[in-house]
Protein backbone atom coordinates (compact mmCIF):
# COMPACT_ATOMS: atom_id res chain seq x y z
CA UNK A 1 0.00 0.00 0.00
CA UNK A 2 0.87 3.41 -0.83
CA UNK A 3 2.53 6.02 2.16
CA UNK A 4 0.37 8.43 3.90
CA UNK A 5 1.87 11.16 2.29
CA UNK A 6 1.00 9.81 -1.22
CA UNK A 7 -1.99 9.00 -0.65
CA UNK A 8 -2.41 12.24 0.86
CA UNK A 9 -1.19 14.09 -2.62
CA UNK A 10 -3.38 11.75 -4.54
CA UNK A 11 -6.15 12.80 -2.67
CA UNK A 12 -5.76 16.25 -3.25
CA UNK A 13 -4.51 15.97 -7.21
CA UNK A 14 -7.98 13.87 -7.72
CA UNK A 15 -10.44 15.99 -6.25
CA UNK A 16 -8.40 19.67 -7.09
CA UNK A 17 -8.60 20.30 -3.46
CA UNK A 18 -6.79 21.20 -0.33
CA UNK A 19 -10.71 21.59 1.71
CA UNK A 20 -11.46 19.35 4.49
CA UNK A 21 -14.47 19.02 5.51
CA UNK A 22 -15.36 18.15 9.32
CA UNK A 23 -17.91 15.99 10.17
CA UNK A 24 -18.63 17.40 13.42
CA UNK A 25 -22.56 16.21 13.91
CA UNK A 26 -24.67 17.49 16.99
CA UNK A 27 -28.19 16.20 16.81
CA UNK A 28 -30.09 19.51 18.00
CA UNK A 29 -29.21 20.75 14.43
CA UNK A 30 -29.52 18.51 11.80
CA UNK A 31 -33.16 18.53 10.00
CA UNK A 32 -33.50 14.73 9.73
CA UNK A 33 -34.42 11.68 11.93
CA UNK A 34 -31.49 9.33 11.70
CA UNK A 35 -27.47 11.05 12.23
CA UNK A 36 -26.26 8.46 9.60
CA UNK A 37 -28.60 9.77 6.96
CA UNK A 38 -27.32 13.12 7.57
CA UNK A 39 -23.74 12.13 7.19
CA UNK A 40 -24.58 10.12 4.28
CA UNK A 41 -26.34 12.99 2.34
CA UNK A 42 -23.34 15.20 3.66
CA UNK A 43 -21.07 12.78 1.87
CA UNK A 44 -23.04 12.60 -1.02
CA UNK A 45 -22.81 16.08 -2.16
CA UNK A 46 -19.67 16.76 -1.19
CA UNK A 47 -17.17 14.08 -1.66
CA UNK A 48 -15.89 15.35 -5.02
CA UNK A 49 -14.92 18.66 -3.75
CA UNK A 50 -12.78 17.90 -0.69
CA UNK A 51 -9.52 15.66 -0.66
CA UNK A 52 -10.10 14.49 3.36
CA UNK A 53 -13.48 14.25 6.04
CA UNK A 54 -12.36 14.64 9.40
CA UNK A 55 -15.01 13.38 11.64
CA UNK A 56 -14.39 14.50 15.31
CA UNK A 57 -14.48 11.49 17.96
CA UNK A 58 -16.08 14.31 20.73
CA UNK A 59 -18.95 14.59 19.13
CA UNK A 60 -19.50 11.19 18.51
CA UNK A 61 -18.45 9.42 21.91
CA UNK A 62 -21.10 12.18 23.26
CA UNK A 63 -24.02 10.35 21.92
CA UNK A 64 -22.80 7.19 23.51
CA UNK A 65 -22.68 3.76 21.39
CA UNK A 66 -25.09 5.30 19.00
CA UNK A 67 -22.53 7.63 18.17
CA UNK A 68 -19.70 4.86 17.61
CA UNK A 69 -21.89 2.70 15.64
CA UNK A 70 -23.16 6.18 13.58
CA UNK A 71 -18.77 6.47 13.52
CA UNK A 72 -18.50 3.31 12.13
CA UNK A 73 -21.30 3.31 9.41
CA UNK A 74 -19.96 6.69 8.66
CA UNK A 75 -16.49 5.76 7.86
CA UNK A 76 -17.36 2.68 5.98
CA UNK A 77 -20.00 4.53 3.86
CA UNK A 78 -16.65 7.03 3.07
CA UNK A 79 -14.92 3.96 1.97
CA UNK A 80 -17.68 2.74 -0.22
CA UNK A 81 -18.08 6.22 -1.59
CA UNK A 82 -15.24 7.71 -2.20
CA UNK A 83 -12.61 5.53 -0.92
CA UNK A 84 -9.74 8.15 -3.26
CA UNK A 85 -10.71 10.51 0.27
CA UNK A 86 -8.10 10.36 2.95
CA UNK A 87 -10.37 10.24 6.30
CA UNK A 88 -8.95 11.60 9.48
CA UNK A 89 -9.91 10.82 13.20
CA UNK A 90 -10.11 14.14 15.19
CA UNK A 91 -9.37 12.23 18.35
CA UNK A 92 -6.02 14.66 20.28
CA UNK A 93 -5.00 11.07 21.69
CA UNK A 94 -1.26 11.24 23.56
CA UNK A 95 -0.29 8.89 26.45
CA UNK A 96 2.93 6.65 26.73
CA UNK A 97 3.26 3.20 27.07
CA UNK A 98 1.00 0.22 26.95
CA UNK A 99 -1.75 3.17 26.97
CA UNK A 100 -0.23 4.93 23.77
CA UNK A 101 -0.04 1.92 22.11
CA UNK A 102 -3.54 1.07 23.09
CA UNK A 103 -4.90 4.27 21.47
CA UNK A 104 -3.15 3.98 18.37
CA UNK A 105 -4.40 -0.01 17.79
CA UNK A 106 -7.93 2.18 18.09
CA UNK A 107 -7.27 4.38 15.74
CA UNK A 108 -6.08 2.79 12.90
CA UNK A 109 -6.63 -0.99 13.47
CA UNK A 110 -10.19 -0.68 14.45
CA UNK A 111 -11.90 2.75 13.30
CA UNK A 112 -9.11 2.64 10.63
CA UNK A 113 -8.32 5.92 9.84
CA UNK A 114 -6.07 7.03 7.26
CA UNK A 115 -4.54 9.66 9.99
CA UNK A 116 -5.11 11.32 13.55
CA UNK A 117 -4.87 14.10 15.08
CA UNK A 118 -2.64 13.74 18.41
CA UNK A 119 -1.37 15.97 21.50
CA UNK A 120 2.42 15.26 21.86
CA UNK A 121 2.83 17.36 25.57
CA UNK A 122 4.39 13.94 26.50
CA UNK A 123 7.11 14.24 23.98
CA UNK A 124 8.51 11.42 21.24
CA UNK A 125 6.67 8.60 23.76
CA UNK A 126 3.31 9.97 22.70
CA UNK A 127 3.76 10.12 19.07
CA UNK A 128 6.10 7.18 18.38
CA UNK A 129 2.81 4.04 18.81
CA UNK A 130 1.43 6.86 15.56
CA UNK A 131 3.97 6.91 13.08
CA UNK A 132 5.16 3.25 13.04
CA UNK A 133 3.49 2.38 10.14
CA UNK A 134 4.48 4.57 7.52
CA UNK A 135 0.85 3.85 5.53
CA UNK A 136 -1.06 5.86 8.79
CA UNK A 137 -0.55 9.57 9.14
CA UNK A 138 -0.52 11.77 12.79
CA UNK A 139 -1.19 15.36 13.07
CA UNK A 140 0.41 17.02 16.38
CA UNK A 141 -1.64 19.60 17.78
CA UNK A 142 0.91 22.82 16.97
CA UNK A 143 -0.75 25.87 17.87
CA UNK A 144 -4.66 26.31 18.28
CA UNK A 145 -7.17 28.04 16.77
CA UNK A 146 -8.64 29.09 20.01
CA UNK A 147 -7.58 32.45 21.64
CA UNK A 148 -6.50 30.76 24.77
CA UNK A 149 -3.72 28.59 22.73
CA UNK A 150 -1.26 31.63 23.25
CA UNK A 151 -1.26 31.36 27.20
CA UNK A 152 0.87 28.68 26.98
CA UNK A 153 1.75 27.56 23.27
CA UNK A 154 3.49 30.86 22.80
CA UNK A 155 5.35 31.23 26.00
CA UNK A 156 8.91 31.86 24.78
CA UNK A 157 11.50 29.01 26.53
CA UNK A 158 14.77 28.07 26.43
CA UNK A 159 15.59 24.39 25.09
CA UNK A 160 17.91 22.17 23.52
CA UNK A 161 16.69 23.23 20.13
CA UNK A 162 17.25 26.70 21.02
CA UNK A 163 14.91 29.86 22.43
CA UNK A 164 11.70 29.75 20.61
CA UNK A 165 8.07 29.72 21.82
CA UNK A 166 7.01 26.22 22.60
CA UNK A 167 4.89 26.16 19.37
CA UNK A 168 8.16 26.27 17.80
CA UNK A 169 9.61 24.00 19.16
CA UNK A 170 6.68 21.21 18.89
CA UNK A 171 7.37 22.36 15.13
CA UNK A 172 10.58 21.52 14.80
CA UNK A 173 10.44 18.70 17.11
CA UNK A 174 8.05 17.11 14.78
CA UNK A 175 10.19 17.09 12.07
CA UNK A 176 12.59 15.73 14.02
CA UNK A 177 10.52 12.58 14.15
CA UNK A 178 9.35 12.46 10.99
CA UNK A 179 11.48 9.43 9.77
CA UNK A 180 8.77 7.90 8.18
CA UNK A 181 7.66 10.75 6.78
CA UNK A 182 4.09 10.69 7.91
CA UNK A 183 3.95 13.81 10.54
CA UNK A 184 1.88 16.62 10.01
CA UNK A 185 1.01 19.87 12.40
CA UNK A 186 -2.19 21.31 13.36
CA UNK A 187 -2.08 24.99 12.89
CA UNK A 188 -4.99 27.34 13.36
CA UNK A 189 -5.95 29.38 10.28
CA UNK A 190 -6.88 32.52 12.75
CA UNK A 191 -3.34 32.86 13.65
CA UNK A 192 -1.40 33.48 10.21
CA UNK A 193 1.72 34.54 11.79
CA UNK A 194 2.30 31.56 13.78
CA UNK A 195 1.32 29.39 11.09
CA UNK A 196 3.55 30.67 8.16
CA UNK A 197 6.46 30.18 11.03
CA UNK A 198 5.56 26.89 11.43
CA UNK A 199 5.95 26.16 7.63
CA UNK A 200 9.27 27.82 7.83
CA UNK A 201 10.18 25.54 10.42
CA UNK A 202 8.69 22.20 8.47
CA UNK A 203 8.82 22.90 4.80
CA UNK A 204 7.70 19.43 3.43
CA UNK A 205 5.41 18.40 6.14
CA UNK A 206 1.39 19.15 5.81
CA UNK A 207 0.01 20.98 8.14
CA UNK A 208 -3.97 20.66 8.98
CA UNK A 209 -5.58 24.09 9.53
CA UNK A 210 -9.13 24.21 11.40
CA UNK A 211 -10.76 27.72 11.69
CA UNK A 212 -11.95 29.18 8.88
CA UNK A 213 -15.64 29.81 8.07
CA UNK A 214 -17.32 29.63 12.02
CA UNK A 215 -14.24 30.84 13.66
CA UNK A 216 -13.67 33.26 11.26
CA UNK A 217 -9.93 32.12 10.21
CA UNK A 218 -8.23 33.79 7.23
CA UNK A 219 -8.69 31.85 4.26
CA UNK A 220 -6.37 33.45 1.69
CA UNK A 221 -3.43 33.99 4.36
CA UNK A 222 -4.18 30.47 5.58
CA UNK A 223 -3.21 29.15 2.24
CA UNK A 224 -0.44 30.95 1.51
CA UNK A 225 1.24 30.91 4.60
CA UNK A 226 0.14 27.35 5.22
CA UNK A 227 1.15 25.44 1.51
CA UNK A 228 4.61 24.11 0.71
CA UNK A 229 7.08 25.55 -2.14
CA UNK A 230 4.91 23.67 -4.54
CA UNK A 231 1.27 25.09 -3.19
CA UNK A 232 0.51 22.01 -1.55
CA UNK A 233 0.53 19.64 1.79
CA UNK A 234 -2.56 22.54 3.21
CA UNK A 235 -5.30 21.01 4.25
CA UNK A 236 -7.78 23.75 5.25
CA UNK A 237 -10.43 22.47 7.14
CA UNK A 238 -14.21 23.67 7.77
CA UNK A 239 -16.56 22.01 9.28
CA UNK A 240 -19.88 24.36 10.78
CA UNK A 241 -19.39 26.14 8.14
CA UNK A 242 -20.08 23.49 5.33
CA UNK A 243 -22.42 20.86 7.37
CA UNK A 244 -24.58 23.65 9.07
CA UNK A 245 -24.58 26.09 5.83
CA UNK A 246 -28.36 24.80 6.20
CA UNK A 247 -30.52 23.52 9.31
CA UNK A 248 -33.37 23.26 7.08
CA UNK A 249 -34.08 19.86 4.54
CA UNK A 250 -31.92 21.69 1.74
CA UNK A 251 -28.90 21.08 4.07
CA UNK A 252 -27.02 18.99 1.62
CA UNK A 253 -27.61 21.40 -1.56
CA UNK A 254 -26.67 23.79 1.31
CA UNK A 255 -23.46 21.84 2.17
CA UNK A 256 -22.48 21.38 -1.51
CA UNK A 257 -23.03 24.94 -2.46
CA UNK A 258 -21.01 26.21 0.74
CA UNK A 259 -17.90 23.59 0.08
CA UNK A 260 -17.58 24.72 -3.58
CA UNK A 261 -17.49 28.45 -2.13
CA UNK A 262 -14.26 27.37 0.26
CA UNK A 263 -12.90 25.23 -2.40
CA UNK A 264 -13.10 27.47 -5.10
CA UNK A 265 -11.98 30.45 -2.92
CA UNK A 266 -8.87 28.14 -2.30
CA UNK A 267 -8.07 27.28 -5.48
CA UNK A 268 -8.47 30.84 -6.96
CA UNK A 269 -5.61 31.54 -4.35
CA UNK A 270 -3.49 28.84 -5.56
CA UNK A 271 -4.28 30.18 -9.32
CA UNK A 272 -3.20 33.78 -8.53
CA UNK A 273 -0.20 32.55 -6.26
CA UNK A 274 0.92 30.28 -9.38
CA UNK A 275 0.46 26.64 -7.57
CA UNK A 276 -2.81 26.38 -10.17
CA UNK A 277 -3.62 22.40 -10.34
CA UNK A 278 -2.16 20.78 -14.01
Known amino acids: MDSFIHRLELACATNKSLLCIGLDIEPSKIPVQDPFEFNKAIIDSTH ?55 YAKAMFEVWDFDAVTINAWGGYDTVDPFISDEKRGA ?6 SNPGS ?20 MAQSAQTWNYNNNIGLVVGATVTAQLKSVRELCPNQPILI ?5 QGGDLSASVLHGVDSSGRLAIINS ?36 YGWP
Request: glycine residues 12%; contains cysteine.
Open 48 to 102: DLCCAFKPNLAFYEAMGIDGLRLLEKTIDYIRTASPTNIIIGDAKRGDIGPSGSA
Open 139 to 144: FIWCRG
Open 150 to 169: GDLQDLKVESVLGGNTIYEI
Open 210 to 214: PGVGA
Open 239 to 274: SRGIIYASQRTDFDGAARQAAAEVNNNINSTLETAG
